[in-house]
């Protein structure tokens, strides 16, 4: 299979290793420097291409993919206002779009357990419940799209909890203390939270892949279920395994949901 990698820094240097170590090739890689490939030939002879860029311009790289009639898997998050303009631009050029807020297969595992387990809390409304995420510091958007993946599976299906809101984002030092000077540079605390509101709470913390906890808590006892990231590897480990799943000429808008068949 023929890959465009759109971003090159981190993630696009890991996701090319694993392409290419399951046997792919990487015909092209755009970044800041070479924007003018989108208009490549080596761009437009790719199966699919991979983008993982930033908020701000993941929108244009995506247009610009399926004006080329290149299949294309997105990881970049904080777009997702955005969602209906893609999908009629999808359909507008036939085109096919993957998008997931996390490629890892343990979250989307995790996100399957969420929608599972709130269902069964319908039953028990003394329990509280609460999300926390914290990554690192260079991440742009708060809270994570893994974040508002997990909030909205819950919001879907326990009753009492409509919708969701951050009500936190706190920059922390290693030993997790508050990082003052930090937190004093941004806004980082948000209005409490109704009952019918889902709390979210988001923190920055050095290098963290990410993690992503939900409690359920009540006066006798609380649950806890954590899903922490090990490496980026996982994330790009799905996003070669989407691209996979998208090289068959499939047309339309496709998310992690139909790859894992949940």
């Not at 070669?240 to 068959?248: K, P, T």
Request: proline fraction near 2%.
């Amino acid at each position: 299979m023929k890959i465009a990698l759109i971003g090159y820094g981190k993630m696009g240097h890991i996701i090319e290793e694993i392409a290419v170590g399951r046997g792919h090739e990487i015909v092209c890689t755009i970044d800041i420097n070479n924007l003018d490939d989108f208009g490549s030939d080596a761009f437009r002879s790719a199966d699919v291409a991979i983008e993982f860029t930033t908020p701000k311009t993941a929108i244009g790289n995506i247009t610009k993919t399926l004006s080329a009639g290149v299949p294309i898997v997105v990881g970049s998050t904080g777009w997702y206002k955005e969602m209906p303009t893609v999908k009629a631009e999808v359909e507008r050029t036939n085109g096919s779009l993957f998008w997931a807020s996390n490629f890892s297969i343990g979250v989307n595992i995790f996100v399957a357990m969420q929608k599972y387990v709130a269902k069964i809390m319908n039953n028990y409304p003394n329990y509280d419940v609460s999300l926390e995420e914290t990554h690192h510091i260079h991440k742009l958007d708060s809270p994570s799209g893994t974040a508002i993946t997990i909030a909205e599976a819950i919001t879907d299906n326990l009753d009492r909890k409509d919708h969701w809101k951050e009500t936190a984002c706190l920059w922390l030092n290693e030993d997790m203390s508050v990082d003052v000077a930090k937190n004093a540079e941004v806004a980082t605390t948000f209005a409490s939270h109704d009952d019918n509101e889902l709390e979210v709470t988001a923190f920055r913390r050095g290098e963290v892949p990410g993690i992503h906890t939900v409690v359920y808590d009540s006066e006798v006892d609380t649950i806890t279920m954590t899903h922490s990231a090990k490496s980026r590897r996982g994330f790009a480990l799905g996003a070669v395994i989407a691209a996979e799943f998208m090289s068959d000429g499939k047309k339309g808008v496709y998310t992690m949901t139909d790859l894992m068949k949940f």
